[in-house]
């Protein structure tokens, strides 16, 4: 057992840390949410062609650094702890996962304009009536000549403003919730057919209402695997979401502790009052047990379908439950200033709460677990 | 003792009901559900139409416009309230100022103010808590200093709810800086339009606008404005604190809360089922409706001990602690029913497409409500400063 980064890694998460500290202060974070695009494209493009970290997950074939989920996890946490509203997750963790998991033309095709950063991708897989049940699907693919017609309502889907390809959860065949017969997608995000309501989400993200209307696509925008793929490649974005959320909680703690140093009542920082210095140190806690179990399941993403979703299940409950603490914590801590838009707790909290069911909340991931793993 | 309501309660309540689903104002309905924003007019409405029945302020001495009701009949009143979705009317005069002014404000001042507060004339606004002083609120530093018949006064007021409607505000003030810190406090009321003041908005998390700064540059207050004696005035932010707790428990409103849950949960699927079948569900809105009795019951023996001569106390931290968790509560499950509906932020909604609608209309607000309401367990003295209180006041230790 080894548990240490290499120094690639350890390299890899200083330069993004460092580009971030440059350029993701929380003034400027604001200008770009209230941005009529919502973000400002520069940082992407250094993200991408400038410092190459989009190549960080991708093989060398394909002009990436060869690295894979631990590199995914170093990024989300870098993003998360200055709650980054780059489409990473849906573009670089989600649709190169994808990419990967499938190989072959698609992935020769696309790959390099991810790391390039011409590629930007949205996740349609949720729907109104969905929940987080993946298989819970009524957008339909129906076989038409060498192709396929698309016809749905995709919900809230995050970074889908921004993207250039969407990755489409849609039915070719069987009834609502049955496994068999949801397939992934990979299509332009400009394919005639398709319409969008755009909003800003409570977390500083933009996203979309996608609407299919007898989209015609290509055959070979079905990327094969089913449901399995779709379920192996959520696992991997919900590990990276609480990666993402691991960085969160580091900031959470720090930013309480600072401001309790600072805030003065009853003649002395409120630091030194015992009743806030125990829920500090259950938000360390917490966020301690946030990057073991992120770390955990980052391991774990390689292993069969069952375990890793047993595996990935109990990570993203105890995320989820550690990040309510964190973030109400958080607030409560730092009183009334904690719960305007004036100081950067706050956001973090909004992105933590959001994290929370993202992918599945905490009762969605043990009923999971438990029908994994418990006779019934 | 008798946990029925009497012949004539139930009587009382047909009345209630009846009064309430004649004269409650159109436009205002459904809009507390939907957790619409409301304005200064939709408050009014409400308040105006009680006012002229005589029913705006039920727990005020009849001497001073109260409506004599019983203890049940009170509780009768802001069930029925609550059950038909009324907005709750605006606190500050009806319930704070007006209270204190009744039981320290000499003659005139009650004269003065008291049929205004019921009438809705003035809106009114609380100059507590200050950047420096929050939960040690008798730290406060806003000064006013005495010139012949006036008072001037210096400093800044924070998290001022509704202060950019009020025409006056009730205002914690250091009259004697050399005196221990309690006993060097006044109490003043001060007209919102004398020049020197300014009202500054603080945007919440949600995208609100419900507090504010408000700043005092050499604000003239007549000396005839301070409620009791000077110096004295924190015997009166007390009483107003240990008032406002009571009310801060919300036990009515929360049980329409849970009984919309209810009712959304119950339509909303989560795979074949509603989500009010989900196991994980049900159990934690069993686990609130069991609280929420808890509270309701903790309450009604507190208004009996009330009724029964004895002033709200310590015990009042009690309801403020659970009411305020309790509140919280409603809005995480609200936000978990939303599921992916909780992400878009309503604000942002382009004008135009009438035809998608994003979301059910009552998961529109859930995460802003959510964020909001953490308030909840900060304000009126935060949940820590009402545990000291229980410990100090109640444990003597």
Redesign the interface.
């Known amino acids: 057992m080894d548990l240490s980064f290499t120094e690639t890694q350890d390299m890899l998460r200083d330069t993004l840390a460092r580009f971030l500290a440059d350029t993701y202060d929380f003034e400027t974070r604001k200008k770009m949410l209230a941005s009529p695009e919502g973000r400002d494209p520069g940082i992407w493009r250094a993200l991408s062609s400038e410092l190459g970290l989009t190549s960080a997950p991708f093989a060398e074939e394909h002009g990436g650094m060869g690295g894979g989920a631990i590199e995914n996890m170093i990024m989300m946490e870098e993003l998360g702890k200055v709650i980054a509203i780059e489409p990473w997750l849906q573009t670089v963790v989600i649709g190169g996962g994808a990419l990967k998991a499938v190989g072959g033309a698609v992935a020769d095709a696309v790959i390099p304009g991810i790391i390039a950063g011409d590629t930007t991708i949205a996740f349609a897989y949720?729907e109104?009536?969905?929940?987080?049940?993946l298989a819970?699907i009524g957008t339909t693919a129906k076989a038409d000549g060498a192709g396929y017609v698309l016809n749905g309502h995709k919900?809230?889907v995050?970074a889908a403003p921004w993207a250039t390809h969407l990755l489409v959860t849609a039915r070719t065949g069987g009834s609502r919730?049955e496994r068999a017969g949801v397939e992934l997608f990979l299509i332009d995000a400009n394919s005639p057919g398709i319409s969008r309501?755009?909003?800003?989400?409570?977390?500083g993200?933009r996203?979309s209402?996608v609407?299919f209307e007898n989209c015609a696509i290509p055959g070979d925008a079905l990327l094969p695997g089913g449901i399995d793929l779709i379920e192996r490649i959520v696992d991997e974005a919900t590990v990276a979401v609480c990666a993402e959320g691991s960085g969160i909680a580091r900031k959470l703690l720090e930013g309480t502790v600072e401001y309790t140093k600072q805030r003065?009542?009853?003649?002395q920082p409120?630091g030194k009052?015992q009743?806030?210095q125990h829920r500090m140190a259950d938000m360390l806690i917490e966020a301690e047990q946030i990057a073991s179990m992120t770390l955990m399941g980052t391991l774990r993403l390689n292993i069969p379908a069952a375990e890793r979703k047993a595996a990935v299940s109990l990570v993203k409950a105890k995320v989820s439950r550690g990040l309510k603490i964190a973030g109400?914590s958080a607030?409560?801590t730092h009183?009334?200033i904690?719960?305007?838009?004036?100081l950067a707790i706050?956001h973090y909290?909004?992105r933590a709460?959001?994290i929370e069911?993202q992918f599945g909340?905490a009762?969605y991931h043990?009923?999971r677990y438990e029908a994994l793993t418990l006779p019934a | 003792m008798d946990l029925e309501f009497s012949p004539e309660d139930i009587a009382f309540r047909d009345e209630v009901r009846t009064f309430i689903a004649e004269n409650y104002p159109a436009e205002l309905r459904g809009k507390q559900d939907e957790g619409d924003e409301l304005s200064k007019e939709d408050f009014l409405s409400w308040h105006k139409v009680l006012y002229k029945k005589g029913w705006v302020a039920p727990a005020w001495p009849v001497e001073y416009g109260g409506t004599g009701w019983t203890v049940t009949q009170r509780y009768i009143w802001s069930e029925e309230t609550a059950r038909a979705d009324c907005i709750r009317l605006m606190p500050f005069g009806l319930t704070m100022v007006g209270p204190v002014i009744y039981t320290f404000g000499t003659p005139e001042q009650k004269a003065k103010f008291l049929p205004r507060i019921l009438s809705g004339e003035d809106w009114w606004c609380q100059g507590y808590?200050e950047p420096?002083?929050?939960?040690?609120l008798a730290?406060l530093r806003t000064r006013a200093v005495r010139d012949g018949d006036h008072y001037i006064v210096n400093g800044q007021k924070?998290?001022t709810t509704m202060a950019q409607h009020a025409d006056w505000g009730f205002f914690l003030v250091r009259t004697n800086p050399d005196a221990k810190q309690q006993e060097g406090i006044s109490f003043l009321l001060v007209d919102m339009k004398t020049p020197g003041i300014e009202v500054r908005p603080?945007?919440?998390?949600g995208?609100e606008h419900e507090?504010n700064e408000v700043f005092l540059e050499d604000v003239r207050v007549p000396v005839e404005n301070r409620v009791y004696e000077e110096d004295k005035g924190w015997t009166c932010a007390k009483f107003l604190l240990a008032h406002e707790r009571v009310g801060i428990a919300g036990v009515a409103a929360s049980k329409r809360g849970i009984e919309r849950i209810r009712q959304i949960a119950a339509n909303e699927?989560?795979?074949?089922k509603p989500l009010l079948a989900?196991p994980?569900?049900r159990r934690k809105v069993a686990e609130l409706e069991m609280d929420l009795t808890a509270l309701e019951y903790t309450e009604l023996r507190t208004l009996a001990g009330e009724a029964a001569g004895k002033g709200p106390g310590a015990e009042s931290s009690v309801l403020k602690i659970k009411g305020s968790e309790i509140q919280q509560r409603l809005t995480e499950l609200t936000?978990?029913m939303a599921?992916?509906?909780?992400?878009?932020?309503f604000?942002?909604?382009?004008e135009g497409?009438n035809e998608?609608g994003?979301?059910p209309a009552w998961a529109n607000r859930a995460?802003?409500t959510?964020?909001?309401t953490?308030?909840t367990?900060?304000?009126g003295g935060?949940?820590?400063i009402q545990?000291n209180i229980i410990a100090k006041m109640v444990l003597g230790l």
Not at chain 2, 269 to 272: A, I, K, P, S, T
């Open positions: 949720a109104p009536q969905g929940r987080y049940n819970d919900a809230s995050y919730r309501r755009d909003y800003a989400t409570v977390d993200f996203a209402e609407y003065k009542q009853f003649g409120i009052f009743a806030l109400q607030v409560q009183g009334g904690g719960i305007t838009m004036e706050g909290f909004k709460t959001m069911s909340t009762d043990l009923e | 808590s420096g002083s929050g939960s040690d730290s924070t998290w603080i945007i919440t998390l995208g507090v699927l989560d795979g074949e989900n994980f569900f936000l978990e599921g992916h509906y909780g992400a878009p932020y604000r942002s909604f382009g497409d998608h994003i979301g995460a802003p959510y964020f909001n953490r308030k367990t900060i304000y935060s949940n820590e545990r």
